[in-house]
């Protein structure tokens, strides 16, 4: 699992059968301290997150894993929004 921040919308008319209803959404991977790693990877939301969240997205075989996205072509998932983050035991982030 890795966290990230959402940055965007991906809007695609033409695409698989299996990822019709699905939002694809960008995401900069961050850092525990929230600073970006200014690396961005496209994931298929499976809990309603929105631009500015910080979420939790995990990839490979276990993007399949969330009840909804087990025969969904995918290989990064967003399976929460993050309400805080304790870093070194600071909090680092907290949802408003």
Do not use: H
Request: charged share 25%; glycine share 8%; aromatic share 4%.
């Amino acid at each position: 699992m890795e966290l990230a921040k959402v940055e965007g919308t991906i809007v695609s008319t033409a695409k698989s059968e299996k990822l019709l209803g699905y939002k694809l959404l960008l995401l900069n991977l961050i850092n525990p301290d929230m600073s970006s790693s200014n690396n961005y990877v496209v994931a298929v939301d499976a809990v309603g997150a929105g631009e500015g969240e910080v979420v939790i997205v995990v990839r490979g075989s276990s993007a399949r894993q969330a009840e909804k996205l087990t025969n969904v072509p995918t290989d990064s998932s967003i399976v929460a929004i993050v309400d805080s983050v304790e870093f070194k035991g600071k909090v680092v982030f907290r949802k408003s």
